[in-house]
């Protein structure tokens, strides 16, 4: 049973680039969530999604990013015209519905040169 | 706002100590409280504690929960190098099943 898989791994981007993070959850799995871990912080929620649904972004910037979960494929976290603030490691974790625990992928380390 | 609190954010030890690893809340319709240990990857799921009072064990790893005080503990005994890693606290509410993750403590157990 494959787990959490995010994609890629590692990703350089200059500034003013975009940046596309993809999430492929736990088979079975509904509920996606993104989380952005910055250097020496905790892991910070931006959005839960369930397919086709963004059901809360409260912890999305306003500006230049984005999600989405599609009906078929990974779900992706978009990020246009990176900064460098954007470097950070982003992770993605699933659920199934009505379960506590959530599976995490290995994570996406974003470096914006 | 809500929010977790994690303490202290680093922790050196030596070999056979004991640890305790602190983790206050302040949430709006609390469901769950989470621990996970970060390592150079994705955090792993420890323990997940709904009940105030009751502990819960895993070999060297124990949890429980004071939903009075809104604090949870997590104790390791007899520490290893390998127990060197970040440990995170989560908090799951009611609301959409959000979680919220405190800062971490960073353990870093010596030879």
């Known amino acids: 049973n494959a787990g959490v898989m995010q994609n890629p791994r590692h990703l350089v981007r200059r500034r003013g680039q975009e940046a596309r993070l993809r999430c492929s959850p736990v088979?079975?799995?509904?509920?996606v969530y993104w989380y952005r871990q910055l250097p020496e912080e905790g892991l910070k929620f931006m959005v839960y999604l369930q397919k086709e649904n963004i059901i809360d972004e409260s912890g999305m910037p306003k500006e230049r990013f984005s999600a989405e979960f599609p009906k078929e494929g990974p779900s992706i976290l978009r990020i246009q015209q990176v900064v460098r603030g954007d470097s950070a490691a982003y992770f993605c974790?699933?659920?199934?519905?009505?379960?506590?625990?959530?599976?995490f992928g290995p994570g996406t380390r974003l470096t914006v040169l | 706002e809500d929010k977790v609190v994690q303490s202290p954010l680093s922790l050196v030890v030596h070999e056979g100590d004991t640890v305790t690893l602190n983790c206050s809340y302040e949430?709006?319709?609390?469901?769950?409280l989470l621990w996970y240990k970060q390592e150079k990857k994705a955090p792993t799921f420890l323990f997940m504690l709904?009940?105030?009072?009751i502990e819960k064990k895993s070999g060297r790893l124990s949890s429980i929960l004071d939903k009075k005080e809104l604090f949870s503990i997590l104790n390791i005994t007899a520490t290893q190098t390998g127990d060197s890693a970040v440990y995170l606290c989560?908090?799951?509410?009611?609301?959409?099943?959000?979680?919220?993750f405190g800062s971490g403590t960073k353990l870093n157990v010596k030879p």
């Open positions: 088979k079975g799995h509904s509920h």
């Open positions: 989560a908090v799951l509410i009611y609301n959409f099943n959000k979680f919220y």
């Open positions: 974790a699933s659920s199934l519905m009505g379960d506590l625990e959530e599976f």
């Open positions: 709904t009940s105030s009072g």
């Open positions: 949430v709006t319709n609390f469901r769950s």
